[in-house]
Structure formats: C-alpha cells, structure tokens
C-alpha cells in the first residue's frame, strides 16, 4: 500500500509559478509510474503529466505543455510538478496518483484508471 502526499499548491496570480510535490510513504515508490491529474470545479478530472519509473520518459496533456514539467526522485520518494506560466484555466485541485502495474522503464499511462493510489489533493487557484 502506498501513500502519497501533496502540497505546494496555493493562490497565484496569472504568469507565476508553482512547484507541487507528492510524498510517499512505501518502499516501492521506484517500480511506480507516476501522474499528475487535476480537477476543476463542476468538471472531470483530467490526466496533467506522467513519468515513468525509471523517469526516462514522461508525457504532458496538450493544454500543459511546454508550461508544466514533471520529475521525479526516487531516492527522497518525491514526485514533482513544475508550474510555470500559470493560467486561470489551470485552477483546480491536483491529485498525484501511483501506477503499480508492471512496467517496462520507458512505461506509463495516462489514464486515470489504471492509478492505483491517490493523494487527497492540494488547491491551485490561478488569479487573473
């Protein structure tokens, strides 16, 4: 079983940064493929990043690109998500999650389904 941790999150203003971290707390945090997923008031949550467990490889949703990047320690057990750029549209509450579907080091989804364990959240709120 594993547990993850957010924080980082808070209230920024359009064009700043932030920089979330996810903690775990279990002995295998390095065989996980990790993501980042977010939700928005009244809307689904939605994939943001993910990373392999090597963390040779990652992907990033359309809407984040280019803005956001995800990392990863597997020596502290500490998951990252840069945050720059910020928009009013990237307001939500983002939620790490724990793949533990055995995966090659290249290997992630961006599923929300196939994430075996979640945090609680943290709020990012993106003032215009």
């Known amino acids: 079983q594993e547990q993850l941790a957010e924080s980082g999150g808070g209230l920024v203003q359009a064009g700043g940064s932030l920089r979330l971290s996810c903690a775990a707390s279990?002995?295998?945090?390095?065989?996980?493929?990790m993501g980042w997923f977010r939700q928005a008031p009244g809307k689904e949550r939605e994939f943001v990043a993910c990373?392999?467990?090597?963390?040779?490889?990652?992907a990033h949703a359309e809407s984040v690109k280019g803005r956001f990047a995800i990392s990863r320690d597997n020596a502290k057990n500490r998951l990252f998500l840069q945050m720059n750029s910020l928009k009013p549209e990237d307001t939500g509450v983002y939620y790490c999650?724990?793949?533990?579907?055995?995966?090659?080091?290249?290997?992630?989804?961006?599923?929300?389904?196939?994430?075996?364990?979640w945090g609680q959240g943290t709020q990012v709120t993106v003032s215009s």
């Open positions: 990373i392999s467990w090597s963390g040779d490889t990652t």
């Open positions: 999650a724990a793949d533990d579907t055995p995966r090659p080091p290249y290997g992630y989804s961006g599923l929300a389904s196939s994430y075996d364990y």
């Open positions: 279990g002995r295998t945090f390095s065989n996980y493929a």
